[in-house]
C-alpha cells in the first residue's frame, strides 16, 4: 500500500514539474509574441533615411566623428540647429543621447539602418519593460499582456520610433521603467544585501535617465509612491521611506547641479512668454495632449497651437471644461482604486505632460509634440488595459471569453494599422514635411521648412508659394523674407530678390542674410553695393567668404527663369 501511494505522490510531482514547464513556455511564447508585437509596425522604418533634425544633430554633426568627443557632452552644452532656429542657443544638456549617437554611429556607420535600429530595439525593450513593471505592480497577467500589445501599436509613439532624433523620448522611458522595476524587485527581497543590489542598480538606472533627458524626473514621484505603500503595508517607518528616496534626490540634485553649470541655469529662456499667456494656452494644449494619448488620428511633425491671445470659448473655455473632467474622473479612479499600480500610472501621465507646458523653453509657434506623450503612454495603456479587463470580467456572461480575446486582438490590429499608416511620412525629408504643411496650414515652420526642402530640390515654383504662405502668415518676420528673397535669386529675378532682402534686413539683419544680398546686387550689377553689403557680413563673420563663394557658385547652377 505505501508503495502505491509512494508512486501516486511522484506521479502527482510529475504532472506538477510538467504543468509548471508548461506554463514557462507559454509565459516565454507570449513574451516573444509582445517583442514581435512591437517590431511588426516599425519593421519598414529600418529602410527610413533622415530626416528634420536628423542633418544638424547626426549627419552634419562632426562630434559623433570619434568616441574621444564623449567626455565633452557632460561638461558642454549642444546647440540645437535647424531650419530658422538659432544654432547657438544652449538649450539641450542630454549627454547619454549624443553618447548613444555616437556609440551607434561608430558601431553601423553614418547611414541612418543603425539610428533606426536602435529605436526600434529601444521601442522593443520598453514594451517589454512595462510588461514586467505591470506585473510586480500588482496587475493581473492578462491585463499585463494587454498594456505591453497597447503600448506596442499605439499610434503616438509613430515620432518618437521613426525619428532618430527623438529616441531620447525611448531611452528615458527605459531608464525609468528600469529604475521602477529594479527597485520592486528588490524590495521583494528578504535579504538585505539583494535589497541594497537592486536599490543600487535602480539610482543608476533613474541617474542614467537623467543624463538622457529631464523628463525622466518623473521617476521621483513614483519612487516616493513605493515608499507610501510599504508604510501601509507596515514594512517600513517613515524613517526608512525618507532613506528610500534619498538617494534619488541625490542623483537629481547631482544631474541638477551639472546641469546648471553646463546651461548656466536650471532651463533655458528661448522665446519670453509672459506666465498670463502660458495659462491661457494651457488649456488647448492638454486637451490635444488627451485625445493624442487616447487615439490620434492624423499625427505630424508640426501642429497648428500657438499662445492663445483671448480666452474665448473654442480657445479657452471648452478645452478647460474637457480637461477638467478629466481631472475629476482621474480624481475618481484614484478614490476608487487606491492601488499602485493605478497612482503610478496617473503619475506616468501627468507629471511629463506637466513638464512641457513651461513655453518659454520652445521655439515660437512649437509648443506641441507627439513624442512628448512617449512616457506619458505607458501610464495610459496600463491604465486603459486594466479597465478593459474588469469591463470584460464584468460582461462575462455577456461577451465570452473567447470573443473578448478576439476583441481585444482587433483592437491592437486596428491600432497597430494606423501606426503603420501614420509612418509612412517619415519615410524622407520631403513627404514628413509636405504632411506637416498639410497638417498644420498656419504653422510657419511647416511652410518654412518645406520650402526650403523644395528649394534643396530646386523645385523653386513651390518653393515661392511656401514662402508666400509664410509671408502672409507672418509679414513681419525675417526669416521668411530671407527664404523668399533666395528663391526670387535663384529664379533669377535678381530686383525682387534685392528688395525681399533689404526687407529682410530691416527686421533681423544677419551675415548671411548681406551674403545672398550681396550676390543679388551682383547680379542687378550693382557692384558698389555688393561690396558694401559683403565688407558688413565679413566683418561679422569672416566665414561668409565661403558661403559667399557658395552662393555665387549655386546661382550660376540654378536654372533659367
Known amino acids: 500500500m505505501s508503495t502505491v501511494t509512494a508512486d501516486l ?35 519598414s522604418t529600418l529602410r527610413y533615411g533622415f530626416v528634420y533634425d536628423d542633418r544638424p544633430q547626426i549627419v552634419e554633426n562632426h562630434e559623433l566623428l570619434s568616441l574621444a568627443g564623449i567626455p565633452r557632452f557632460f561638461g558642454e552644452s549642444i546647440s540645437k540647429g535647424v531650419g530658422f532656429q538659432n544654432a547657438a542657443q544652449p538649450v539641450f544638456y542630454r549627454p547619454l543621447f549624443f553618447t548613444q549617437l555616437c556609440l551607434t554611429r561608430g558601431l553601423f556607420g553614418p547611414g541612418p539602418l543603425g539610428f533606426h535600429l536602435v529605436s526600434l530595439l529601444l521601442q522593443v525593450g520598453n514594451t517589454l519593460l512595462l510588461f514586467f513593471t505591470a506585473i510586480w505592480l500588482g496587475v493581473s497577467r492578462r491585463a499585463a499582456y494587454l498594456a505591453g500589445m497597447l503600448f506596442a501599436v499605439h499610434p503616438v509613439h509613430v515620432e518618437s520610433v521613426a525619428w532618430a532624433s527623438a529616441s531620447p523620448d525611448l531611452m528615458a522611458l527605459a531608464g525609468v521603467l528600469g529604475s521602477l522595476l529594479t527597485l520592486l524587485i528588490g524590495e521583494a527581497s528578504a535579504r538585505n544585501a539583494v535589497r541594497l543590489s537592486w536599490k543600487t542598480v535602480s539610482v543608476f538606472s533613474f541617474l542614467a535617465a537623467l543624463f538622457v533627458k529631464e523628463t525622466a524626473l518623473v521617476t521621483l514621484p513614483l519612487i516616493a509612491v513605493v515608499g507610501l505603500f510599504r508604510m501601509r503595508a507596515r514594512t517600513s517607518t517613515l524613517r526608512n521611506a525618507a532613506a528610500e528616496i534619498a538617494a534619488y534626490l541625490g542623483a537629481a540634485v547631482f544631474y541638477l547641479a551639472a546641469r546648471i553649470h553646463v546651461l548656466h541655469g536650471a532651463v533655458s529662456t528661448v522665446t519670453r512668454t509672459s506666465w498670463l499667456d502660458m495659462a491661457r494656452t494651457w ?23 500657438d499662445l492663445v491671445e483671448h480666452a474665448n470659448w473654442t480657445a479657452f473655455w471648452m478645452p478647460l471644461a474637457a480637461v477638467l473632467a478629466t481631472f475629476a474622473a482621474l480624481a475618481i479612479l484614484l478614490c476608487r482604486y487606491r492601488t499602485p499600480a493605478t497612482l503610478i500610472s496617473v503619475l506616468l501621465i501627468v507629471v511629463p505632460i506637466l513638464l512641457v507646458l513651461n513655453f518659454r523653453v520652445f521655439y515660437w509657434g512649437d509648443l506641441v509634440h507627439d513624442r512628448y506623450l512617449y512616457v506619458p503612454s505607458a501610464g495610459f495603456c496600463i491604465l486603459a488595459a486594466m479597465a ?11 461577451i465570452s471569453p473567447v470573443a473578448q480575446r478576439i476583441l481585444a486582438a482587433a483592437l491592437v490590429c486596428g491600432m497597430g494599422t494606423m501606426t503603420v499608416a501614420q509612418a509612412q511620412p517619415w519615410k524622407n525629408n520631403l ?23 523644395l528649394e534643396a530640390r530646386n523645385n523653386f515654383a513651390e518653393a515661392k508659394i511656401c514662402y508666400e504662405l509664410a509671408l502672409e502668415l507672418t509679414p513681419a518676420w525675417a526669416p521668411a523674407w530671407f527664404a523668399y528673397g533666395r528663391t526670387l535669386l535663384l529664379t533669377h529675378d535678381a530686383e525682387a530678390a534685392v528688395q525681399s532682402l533689404q526687407r529682410a534686413i530691416v527686421l533681423g539683419d544677419s551675415p548671411i542674410i548681406r551674403v545672398w544680398l550681396a550676390v543679388a546686387f551682383e547680379a542687378t550689377g550693382r557692384h558698389a553695393e555688393a561690396q558694401s553689403a559683403l565688407t558688413v557680413a565679413v566683418a561679422k563673420d569672416p566665414g561668409t567668404l565661403q558661403a559667399y563663394a557658395d552662393v555665387r557658385k549655386r546661382l550660376q547652377s540654378s536654372p533659367a527663369k
Open 9 to 43: 505522490a511522484e506521479a502527482a510531482r510529475a504532472r506538477t514539474g510538467t504543468a509548471a514547464t508548461v506554463r514557462a513556455r507559454y509565459e516565454w511564447l507570449w513574451i516573444a509574441l509582445l517583442a514581435l508585437t512591437a517590431v511588426a509596425p516599425y519593421l
Open 283 to 305: 488649456p488647448t494644449v492638454l486637451w490635444f495632449y488627451e485625445r493624442h494619448l487616447i487615439l490620434p488620428m492624423h499625427t505630424s511633425l508640426l501642429y497648428d497651437y
Open 388 to 398: 478593459l479587463c474588469e469591463m470584460g470580467r464584468r460582461f462575462e456572461s455577456t
Open 431 to 453: 513627404l514628413l514635411l509636405a504632411n506637416a504643411a498639410k497638417t498644420a496650414p498656419r504653422n510657419i515652420a511647416a511652410q518654412i521648412l518645406l520650402g526650403d526642402e
